[in-house]
């Protein structure tokens, strides 16, 4: 992994709560391109991995990187100050991912959600936080399977290094999240229906988080 430094970064401490993960869109698409557009232009992002196996770094996890405003995401708007960005280049000649590059997004991925104790249910797309106007990362970076489960994917690894305590710590923050989600989403539904996004924001996250209760309690 190669470490890279930008100035194009906005002043604060990142809260490293999310993972958002992009595809390239530059004119240029090669990492040449996508370094100099990190450092030279107005975005800017954690990592980039290319078609290969090559993962660059910028800076550290508590800069706040611009790869992904506007955005929101339940109560949080913009996302850029709680998020770890992942641009992976996008080979527009055949549409597809080279499935090298795939695994190594995929190592990179563990790494961060260890390092800053990220769950799978935060890892998003950019196209999750900003629906209208984004639609990374293209669905054929994770296919054959479907976007929730490759986000479950990440649960067992997670699990790997944990003790039997934090395990169970683990598994009482998802009851105790998921019930007070539910009690919000039931009074959003009744005090504002029309805000459907948020709705639907919340639904998805609880469709995630029982999976992962499920897997874990067995």
């Known amino acids: 992994m190669e470490q890279l430094w930008t100035k ?10 999310y993972i958002i993960l992009h595809h390239t869109g530059t004119k240029e698409n090669t990492t ?3 370094i100099n557009a990190c450092i030279n232009w107005k975005v800017s ?6 078609e290969y196996w090559e993962v660059f770094k910028f800076n550290n996890h508590d800069d706040i990187l611009r790869h992904c405003d506007p955005s929101s995401w339940m109560w949080r708007s913009p996302m850029n100050p709680h998020s770890i960005g992942i641009e992976t280049i996008w080979p527009l000649s055949d549409w597809w991912f080279t499935p090298i590059q795939k695994k190594s997004v995929d190592s990179l991925i563990k790494k961060i959600m260890s390092e800053e104790n ?3 249910s935060n890892l998003l797309r950019h196209a999750d936080i900003a629906p209208k106007r984004k639609r990374d990362v293209s669905p054929t970076f994770y296919a054959p399977l479907s976007w929730q489960q490759y986000q479950q994917s990440f649960i067992s690894s997670q699990l790997i290094n944990m003790t039997q305590d934090e395990i169970k710590l683990f598994i009482e923050w998802e009851i105790k999240t998921n019930s007070y989600f539910h009690k919000l989403l039931d009074k959003q539904k009744k005090v504002a229906p029309d805000k459907l996004s948020f709705i639907q924001d919340a639904q998805r996250w609880l469709e995630i988080t029982n999976t992962a209760l499920r897997l874990l309690i067995k």
Not at 8 to 17: A, D, L
Not at 45 to 50: G, P, Q, T
């Open 8 to 17: 194009n970064k906005t002043r604060g401490v990142n809260t490293k709560e």
């Open 45 to 50: 992002f954690h990592y980039l991995v290319n």
């Open 118 to 120: 990220i769950p799978p």
């Open 32 to 34: 040449k391109g996508n």
